[in-house]
């Protein structure tokens, strides 16, 4: 374990020491404060529009901080050979999938708590109340999605040749499962055979990240997410990013690193 | 005396990218071995095997047949890596961490204690004279500097044997005394290193045995001396050996 | 010939020659209809498809008045033709069918159960409480900046005028800024009955002034007939609203054969003749005199 865990703060580390956390929080902070500066009929307790575009910034500097974060890894130590020096310690390649991992996590976890406060503050600004089990549950939640958005990216960086090529697929598989996951039995339905068929396979198949989305929970002040399909959710999370991790270690193992 | 590197008729292929060719031979049946406390020159031409010998022995590639054993354990457990320090050739290490916090990322994946770390860590950076700038991140850092923090983090772990690949590579006639210099030190505390290199006169001066290798095959092995022999000099013995002759 | 002069002239004389150019066809260039030079920055930016945005932000509007419960292109939206916080206003037909309430229909397998935990699940509207159910609270405020934006981006929209200044006034209790978006709405839909029939209740109901009510919501009448017997057809529930608004003004001024006038020309528009000839007959009754069938409208 401890192998994992230095692995990951080498991640963490990578994560504070560039700048692109820091540019994306600063034109969150920056967006949003025009976004409040707007006069609206001079009314100062509208709020829920400010909490949309805060949460959706918010959402879409977590998934590209994930992302390219996680796509970077495998292959930056491939290209600046670090891979080799690092195989060479006692170190098997699972530990290091799972370091990389956990660290991509975790520093996604920092990230998003960051965001959290101020979204906390910003609503706070307006609302004057603070619900911070409900905030608890969106943010947790959301950790969650990004946990599987990142082992999805790295089982990718490990199959497609460049970070660039996998973080566009990426993207582009995370957003369609945002917007259309939660519908494609309804699209399978007007659909002939075979095609329906496969469409139904893909709908049971994919992680349906739509559900970690709640942001319209926290925007319109819906009450808690009961508890026990909050637990059953992460626990639905943690199943794919199992699936997904064993599916790199997999690839992983049968990979020349030289 | 047990060998503490050892090869058996190691062989590796590689599937070729070429149409008539459907695989091509990097190994052929390879049977080396390095004794403790020796310094161990692994000569060839670009293209031989040398890396691929060394990308088996530290479990990067899996032999296609053959075996490979380091300390008596199969170079496919992590624990035969637990004695073992690696330098890569033109290795860039993490820009954005300082020397030190690089060192100490090693030193735990040892499993090295805190306070051994940081004895560890002082000692190699006053080593490898890297004590000035060891709160700068690597990417300031000048090529030989590089060389220099990944010669440190291949003896973070003390290790019993150090595998050297191209050790001097890109260095100047300065850097590269340096590491002539350490690879002594180490041979009088009682390590062995195992190395590839090109600088034909260094392996000479440091060297007690050497390999060379040709296109997957081993053309020779011995003390300097003894390949050198009628030739006025390892460089000269060595092109004869790869087949090459002068004009 | 290795002088720059002459080149330097000849630079000189193009770029004069290229400002009078400009100069001489500004005017007209100003004057072509197709000029975006007259338009904001939206509308050079988007162009035409901001209407398609504004259109977005208003069933935005909709989608906050329900507090996020609301279908999307895969579900059942019959219950949503007409947007719920317009047709709240009372000034809009709607075109509505089907249970508002369950548009997500039976679960259909055990994700989608699963899933509908995690987005809101229950029809509620914003004036009403929304998701705190806070009954009769203000918290159809939250609607407002869809609404602004949607006008911004669609000037000619008359309904995002009315849609905002109805709530403005009758939930926010807010009239200055109903009055000032009615106007806007003026300036640039000065031929809408909709957004006088709207400003004649703000007169009427949060500043009191009857006699501005009434003339706006005359000026209203006109405007509406103006229009194409086609387009009257498709636009009766304003001009009723119109004639039983003066009616009941013209009543409690204690002008009731004014308002009798007032209820017959709603009638006229009306698809429940028979509930306000009900009307009619009761003030008839306070009158105390017969139906004069020689009687003619006023207009």
């Known amino acids: ?258 | 005396m047990t060998a503490i590197l050892k090869t058996e008729k190691l062989r590796v292929e590689y599937r070729s990218r070429e149409m008539r060719q459907k695989t091509k031979v990097a190994l052929c049946g390879l049977d080396l071995e390095v004794h403790p406390g020796e310094v161990f020159g692994f000569l060839g031409p670009n293209g031989a095997g040398k890396t691929t010998t060394m990308n088996v022995l530290l479990g990067f590639v899996p032999p296609t047949s053959g075996n490979a054993s380091l300390f008596g354990i199969d170079v496919r457990q992590p624990i035969a890596r637990q004695r073992i320090g690696y330098l890569p050739e033109l290795t860039y290490y993490y820009k954005f961490l300082t020397a030190e916090e690089l060192l100490r990322f090693y030193a735990k994946i040892f499993g090295l204690a805190r306070a051994e770390a940081d004895r560890r860590i002082d000692e190699l950076l006053k080593l490898v004279e890297l004590e000035h700038a060891r709160k700068r991140p690597i990417k300031s850092y000048s090529k030989g500097m590089q060389q220099r923090v990944g010669l440190a983090q291949s003896l973070i772990n003390n290790p019993d044997l150090l595998v050297l690949d191209e050790p001097t590579s890109g260095l100047d006639p300065l850097g590269r005394m340096k590491v002539r210099e350490i690879i002594q030190r180490l041979k009088k505390e009682g390590k062995t290193v195992f190395f590839s290199s090109h600088e034909l006169g260094e392996v000479e001066t440091v060297c007690d045995r050497v390999a060379i290798i040709h296109q997957g095959e081993l053309k020779a092995i011995g003390s300097v001396n003894e390949i050198t022999g009628r030739h006025a000099s390892l460089e000269k013995a060595f092109l004869e050996i790869i087949g090459f002759t002068t004009p | 010939m290795n002088s720059p002069r002459p080149f330097l002239l000849l630079l000189i004389a193009l770029l004069v020659f290229c400002f009078g150019l400009a100069a001489h066809l500004e005017p007209q260039f100003q004057a072509w209809p197709g000029s975006r030079a007259k338009g904001d920055i939206i509308a050079v930016v988007l162009g035409d498809s901001r209407r398609l945005f504004a259109n977005t932000f208003y069933v935005k509007a909709d989608e906050y008045y329900h507090s996020g419960y609301y279908p999307t292109m895969f579900d059942d939206n019959a219950a949503f033709q007409t947007t719920h916080m317009a047709a709240d206003t009372g000034a809009v037909s709607s075109k509505n069918h089907g249970d508002e309430h369950g548009f997500l229909g039976p679960r259909r397998n055990w994700i989608d159960a699963f899933g509908r935990n995690f987005f809101p699940d229950r029809h509620t509207h914003l004036d009403s409480g929304g998701a705190d159910d806070l009954s009769g609270s203000d918290e159809v405020r939250e609607i407002l900046p869809w609404l602004k934006l949607s006008a911004d981006l669609d000037p000619d929209n008359v309904q995002t005028y009315t849609v905002t200044a109805f709530w403005l006034r009758e939930r926010m209790n807010n009239a200055a800024e109903a009055d000032t978006i009615l106007h806007e709405g003026l300036r640039n839909c000065p031929e809408s009955y909709d957004i006088l029939f709207e400003l004649g209740r703000l007169y009427n109901e949060s500043y009191h002034d009857r006699d501005r009510a009434r003339n706006v919501w005359e000026l209203g009448v006109r405007k509406w007939q103006k229009l194409d017997p086609e387009v009257k057809k498709e636009n009766r529930i304003v001009m009723e609203q119109l004639c039983i608004h003066l009616a009941k003004l013209e009543e409690d001024a204690g002008n009731l054969p004014r308002a009798i006038e007032w209820l017959q020309q709603a009638q006229e528009v009306s698809l429940m003749g028979p509930v306000i000839q009900q009307q009619i007959d009761r003030l008839r009754g306070k009158l105390g005199e017969e139906f004069n069938p020689l009687m003619k409208p006023l207009y």
């Open chain 1, 1 to 258: 374990m401890k192998n994992i865990f230095a692995v990951a703060g080498v991640v963490i580390k990578e994560l504070y020491r560039r700048k692109d956390f820091y540019v994306l929080f600063i034109v969150t902070i920056l967006i949003c404060l025009m976004m409040a500066s707007v006069n609206i009929f001079n009314d100062a307790k509208i709020v829920r529009y400010l909490k949309e575009i805060c949460l959706l910034l918010v959402w879409i500097s977590s998934i590209v901080i994930a992302v390219t974060t996680t796509a970077r890894q495998i292959p930056a130590e491939r290209e600046n050979r670090t891979l080799l020096p690092l195989l060479a310690k006692p170190l098997t390649r699972a530990q290091l999938i799972a370091g990389k991992f956990l660290g991509c996590w975790l520093a996604c976890g920092l990230a998003l708590l960051c965001f959290y406060i101020f979204f906390g503050a910003l609503a706070a600004s307006r609302e004057h109340q603070w619900p911070l089990l409900n905030y608890f549950q969106a943010a947790m939640l959301h950790w969650f999605m990004l946990g599987i958005v990142v082992a999805l990216t790295l089982l990718g960086s490990l199959v497609f040749a460049a970070p660039s090529s996998n973080s566009t697929i990426c993207f582009i598989v995370v957003g369609g499962i945002l917007f259309v996951g939660r519908h494609l039995d309804q699209v399978a339905l007007t659909l002939l055979e075979p095609t329906r068929t496969i469409v139904y396979s893909i709908y049971f198949a994919i992680p349906h990240l739509e559900l970690f989305d709640v942001r319209d929970l926290v925007i319109h002040n819906w009450p808690l997410i009961p508890w026990l399909y909050f637990s059953l959710a992460l626990l639905y999370a943690l199943g794919y990013m199992a699936v997904f991790l064993a599916g790199a270690c997999l690839v992983f193992r049968r990979k020349a690193v030289n």
